[in-house]
């Protein structure tokens, strides 16, 4: 992998200098990754790799599964048992809300265009009524208040993980398909008619072998368009004598569900060729450039990998390109990155300058 060392170090540096600070200086584009444990959020400038702060989750009673971002101050975090609001100005946090008697625990985190929070979690009253363990439902969370609206739960969704919404409100969840023989793949929910909810990506695995493109075990996805592509995460075992691959799919959403996959590159991490496992952790797109969170485990001589790796389809390497250093995080676990201002603040500031404009040009004719 082809990457500046020297650019590299000095964000490294700069992240382990700021495990003891008291906040995170966001920006509109910054990065946000999530650690497991200790629980525990940093912000990471996307262009140079360096720090720009962390935060430790005093309000997280266990490890943290995903993170999302709301401005440049709220930052949300799903743990097992609770969804936590962590402000980045001050690192003070607290608990949104907590799960429900009938689901297992949480896992993915995002935000919907209104600004709700949507989490994917584990049903288990589905689960006990039709004799599964890991039936997956879809909420809605109030930011404020922690009311909670279940979306979708059960059949054909289990064992769901990351989820993320396209403009126009629909819902993708990276899980796996009952009706499929259990295979991996996403569902996409229509939040106007869930019941509808349908897999428009799964992978074909009753053929061998199994073509280069079909996804093994989705783990993430992030979609920046309505009409797509669709991003995914997947982690291809291929046995206890290979390593694991490390891929990023794209998924035309216009295909059939099973055919409609393109491998855009594979051993994202790159760095270590004697790893004995690995795992892709979290995906953001912003514009043509794609982010992922790689997590390596190796073996021999080399050391674990754990960090950002960015990709721009048709320009980089196979391999993508580090953002931050290769050890700096220990057990990351989501990613997010600070959205760019829009919606009513735009449509306002649009407001007020034509409204100047108009005023001036009255002024010019009087």
């Not at 140079?48 to 009673?61: E, I, L, P, V, W």
């Not at 919606?343 to 002024?363: D, M, P, V």
Request: some cysteine.
């Amino acid at each position: 992998m082809k990457y500046d060392r020297g650019l590299v170090l000095v964000g490294f540096v700069a992240l382990l200098s700021s495990n003891a600070s008291a906040s995170i200086a966001l920006m509109p584009g910054d990065l946000v990754v999530s650690e497991q444990s200790p629980p525990t959020v940093y912000g990471v400038d996307r262009a140079s790799g360096a720090s720009k702060g962390s935060c430790a989750c005093s309000a997280c009673t266990s490890s943290i599964h995903d993170v999302t971002v709301h401005g440049a101050n709220e930052i949300y975090v799903s743990t097992p048992s609770a969804i936590v609001e962590i402000l980045a100005a001050s690192c003070a946090s607290h608990v949104v809300a907590e799960i429900d008697i009938a689901f297992g625990f949480f896992s993915g985190i995002t935000l919907d265009p209104s600004g709700a929070l949507l989490v994917s979690a584990e049903d288990c009253a589905a689960c006990a009524r039709d004799g599964i363990t890991t039936y997956g439902g879809v909420l809605r969370v109030d930011r404020s208040s922690g009311a909670r609206t279940l979306l979708f739960s059960g059949p054909p969704l289990i064992s769901p993980g990351g989820l993320a919404v396209a403009p126009d409100g629909r819902i993708y969840v990276a899980g796996q398909d009952t009706e499929a023989g259990y295979a991996s793949g996403v569902l996409r929910i229509d939040p106007e008619s869930p019941a509808a909810a349908s897999f428009v990506a799964i992978g074909d695995d009753t053929v061998a072998p199994i073509d280069r493109t079909d996804i093994v075990s989705a783990t993430d996805v992030a979609i920046e368009n309505a009409s797509g592509p669709l991003y995914v995460l997947d982690t291809r075992y291929r046995g206890s004598t290979l390593q694991d691959e490390l891929r990023l799919i794209a998924v035309d959403l216009a295909g059939a569900p099973t055919s409609n996959q393109t491998l855009l590159t594979e051993d994202l991490e790159g760095v270590n060729q004697d790893r004995s496992s690995g795992s892709l952790l979290g995906i953001e797109v912003s514009g043509a450039t794609i982010y992922t969170l790689d997590h390596v485990l190796s073996t021999g001589s080399s050391s674990d990998w754990a960090g950002i790796v960015s990709f721009v389809p048709g320009v980089s390497s196979a391999e993508g390109t580090h953002v931050t250093d290769p050890s700096a995080f220990y057990y990351p676990s989501g990613l997010a990155v600070v959205p760019e201002p829009h919606g009513l603040a735009s449509a306002a500031a649009s407001f007020l300058s034509l409204a100047s404009l108009s005023a001036l040009r009255t002024r010019r004719s009087s």
